[in-house]
């Protein structure tokens, strides 16, 4: 989401319900104990929400939110100035926190479970002291974190995709933040065009937005809009597209990553993350023991 869209508390959050009430209830406890949150993983396809809830665990605690994304964290000094200016019962918040090299995962380990850093200065091993703090991760591959790291973090979540009335309440709110009068037929058929994904309903709007103020003098609908952008009634672009023909043409055999990306020229790990969760909750593909097969096609 943008920034000028973005929920500020749980209070302003759409969805997810179950897991911000589990935080609120969390944060709510430490806040009164003057304690510190616990160590919380956020896992989940992209576009759900976990650096929105990062920013409201933050703010509910009134503590300060320090950002970093783990692509950019190559070796242990990457980390280090995060670390050493960390302020008391702040939020690191490190996204895509599957992405760190094992070596900083095991330098985190105390860390997470003492707030002591181990290093080495002028050849000589050194304990530095560090305030209580919460580390955020939030990931789109929990299983690709080790297991010892991942017992290190005490409130697990997972987040589910969106159902078509929730992402519905949600593009009305956010239609009225973009100055928007978007009619209740076309806010439910924006919502099921946007693939149960805040982020991806996001962009809809934009779109929505930008091509009504460019044929202002011209009746639009909601099929010419979204047609003229490669996007179904589904919501599917030319990619889900793609993809989903790679396995038709299979004919029912199963195809593994590796085929199907060389056959549709899509990267792996874009059919991992963006392409196939949605897909196959939708029950479009089927994961077997043998690959991917296709699956009913509405």
């Known amino acids: ?13 759409i969805g997810q319900a179950e897991v911000v009430q589990r935080l609120r209830i969390v944060s709510h406890g430490c806040l009164n104990s003057s304690g510190v949150m616990p160590h919380t993983l956020i896992d989940g396809p992209p576009g ?11 703010n509910e605690l009134n ?49 997470m479970e003492d ?22 991760g939030a990931t789109t591959s929990g299983g690709r974190l080790s297991q010892p790291f991942y017992d290190r973090f005490t409130i697990k979540e997972h987040l589910s995709f969106y159902s078509c009335d929730e992402l519905a309440k949600l593009a009305g709110l956010n239609a009225t933040k973009l100055g928007l009068n978007v009619s209740e037929d076309d806010l439910l ?4 065009r946007s693939k149960g994904t805040p982020r991806i309903l996001n962009a809809r709007l934009q779109w929505y937005k930008n091509y009504i103020s460019f044929y202002k003098d011209k009746e639009v609908n909601i099929d010419e ?27 029912g055999n199963a195809l ?41 096609m509405q």
Do not use: C, W
């Open 63 to 111: 503590a300060n939110l320090h950002v970093v994304n783990a692509a950019n964290i190559r070796s242990i000094k990457n980390i280090l100035p995060y670390l050493m200016g960390i302020a008391p019962r702040s939020v690191l918040f490190i996204d895509e926190i599957h992405r760190l090299p094992k070596i900083v995962e095991e330098f985190l380990y105390p860390v």
């Open 1 to 13: 989401m943008s920034n000028s869209i973005r929920p500020a508390s749980f209070n302003d959050i």
């Open 48 to 58: 759900l929400g976990k650096t929105t809830i990062a920013g409201a665990i933050a």
């Open 256 to 296: 593994g990553l590796k085929s199907i990306s060389s056959l549709s020229g899509i990267a792996i790990e874009t059919i991992e993350n963006s392409i196939e969760p949605f897909l196959v909750r939708a029950g479009y593909v089927h994961r077997t023991p043998k690959g991917r097969v296709i699956g009913t």
């Open 115 to 136: 707030f002591v850093l181990n290093i080495t200065i002028e050849d000589k091993p050194e304990t530095i002291d560090l305030p209580v703090f919460t580390i955020v």
């Open 225 to 251: 809009i979204f047609n003229s952008q490669g996007i179904d009634y589904r919501g599917l672009d030319v990619y889900d597209r793609l993809y989903l023909e790679v396995l038709v043409k299979a004919k």
């Open 189 to 192: 058929e924006i919502a099921k």
